[in-house]
């Protein structure tokens, strides 16, 4: 069964670092979405891509995140400037045209 | 903006026990999906309800959708200790929107 993948599962950084998270939807998939998780709170929407173009975005996702879909592939967020708030597991999902959003495993990001 | 709530947001059972979690939205959903994540794993997608009043059964989970498309509910029958874990529902605007999810509900089951 297809599934969404992310890597790494593990980042730790030092806080004002860029990271990327990078994450491989479901091939057949138009919908892509990163969401984030701070330890046991409940799963905060981020952004929403689609047609190579940002669809919807949370007041969470300031200028300091950007996404991207570099390749047909690859679906990629990026931090530029880490702060010790961002420390949080980071879904990514994807969906048809149908809703159903699929998660990925996620990669739980800690910031020094 | 919407907000979508979501009651207990802890339960304990005995195993055998039945078990409710309750989910509201202050606006009206396009539809309502239902996740289980385990301690230390992701969201797992269980079910998604569309229509208005809407009933669906997974062996012994049973999913509801509110008449008005803002409430939802997931009943689980004789509760077993694989069910632990939190039950988040989350529920979009329109096709294709962000999910806003509730705070979601964690069950414990002891045998």
């Known amino acids: 069964e297809p599934e969404v993948t992310q890597t790494p599962s593990h980042q730790v950084t030092q806080m004002g670092q860029e990271v990327i998270l990078r994450c491989v939807p479901i091939?057949?998939?138009?919908?892509f979405y990163w969401y984030r998780q701070i330890l046991g709170q409940k799963v905060e929407f981020l952004v929403s891509?689609?047609?190579?173009?940002?669809?919807?975005k949370s007041e969470i996702f300031d200028d300091q995140f950007s996404v991207e879909r570099p390749d047909g592939s690859n679906f990629t967020l990026k931090i530029r400037s880490t702060k010790l708030e961002d420390s949080a597991m980071y879904f990514c999902?994807?969906?048809?045209?149908?809703?159903?959003?699929?998660f990925g495993p996620g990669t739980r990001l800690t910031v020094l | 903006g919407q907000q979508v709530m979501q009651i207990p947001q802890y339960q304990h059972v005995q195993e055998g026990e039945d078990f409710t979690t309750y989910c509201n939205s202050s606006?009206?959903?396009?539809?309502i999906q239902w996740y289980k994540q385990r301690p230390g794993g992701h969201p797992v997608f269980l079910i998604q309800?569309?229509?208005?009043?809407e009933v669906k059964k997974q062996k012994r989970l049973t999913f509801q959708f509110g008449e008005a498309k803002k409430n939802s509910s997931l009943h689980i029958t004789a509760t077993q200790t694989t069910d632990v874990g939190t039950y988040f529902c989350?529920?979009?605007?329109?096709?294709?929107?962000?999910?806003?999810f509730g705070k979601g509900t964690t069950l414990s089951v002891s045998s």
């Open positions: 999902a994807s969906a048809t045209l149908a809703d159903t959003q699929y």
């Open positions: 091939s057949n998939h138009l919908y």
């Open positions: 891509f689609y047609n190579n173009e940002i669809s919807e």
């Open positions: 606006t009206t959903l396009s539809n």
């Open positions: 309800l569309v229509k208005s009043g």
């Open positions: 989350a529920g979009t605007r329109q096709a294709g929107t962000a999910l806003i």
